[in-house]
């Protein structure tokens, strides 16, 4: 079948590194697209910023990408999407995907007993999105800030004892009292999906892990079927390989070792951007 659609421009922003694993979730989902990833590593960690701060850089790399010629932005920064989606959404003249509603969807597809764990970071906790996503499904919801685990995997510490032992301490404390019964935990932070084996052994063997990169690019890629109609083109365009650019606001180097960890391939292709405030 000839395809003559054109291939969508996908902005995917990020505090860093970590937003790489959604980008990963996409190239495996709609291979047939071009990727401008922003990650803004001058500025992280978003984690423990406030709303404001977060807003302003968010809406920032949000016209950067604009001006790129990004034609749906995704953001992949789960503290960035609690955070600022909202003020992301009416800055933005292009459609916007966060990942924290299609994690709380599939969150609630899995869950049987209707009980759910989020962890995250610290601000993405405060901020009460996934647990105000779940609530309007349905579901009951614990928040647990991570804090620690975002400079352990960027340590490379992704099957490091230590990193365990850190795991297993936050887990036991959100599956405690009413929780205990819990049967999925979403992963809401964009380092997590690394932690994905230790994580499954550090829960208990009924909960299920939801992975919002995963859950994002599902999302992405129906709201792609719908912008850019006929809707077989995103599975046909499976054959055609993506065509990626980066830009960092700090090192170029660094952004390249670190973030091959996150995206499981050599990155070539990085320019430095200075963002003007
Ligand atoms: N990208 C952030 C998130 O998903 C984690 C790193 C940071 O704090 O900037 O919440």
Redesign the pocket.
Known sequence: MNISRRRPTIGVF???F??LTVLKALLELIPGADYLYFGDTAR??????SVETVARYAVEAAHYFEAQGAELLVI???????LALDRITAAAHVPVVG?VEPGAEAAASVSKNKKVIVV??E??VSSHAYRKALEARGLDAREKACPLL?PLVEEGWVEHPVTEQVARIYLDEAFADGFREADVLVL????YPLLKPLLRRAVPSHVSIVDSAESTARAVAGRLQKLLPPTPAVHEERRVLPRLKFFATDSVEKFRRLGERFLGHPIDDVQHVDLKE
């Open positions: 990020d505090s860093g970590g937003g992280l960690p978003y984690g423990s910023k992949a920064c789960n503290t960035a999407t609690a990942v995250g970071t601000a993405t975002v809401g932070c964009t380092h």
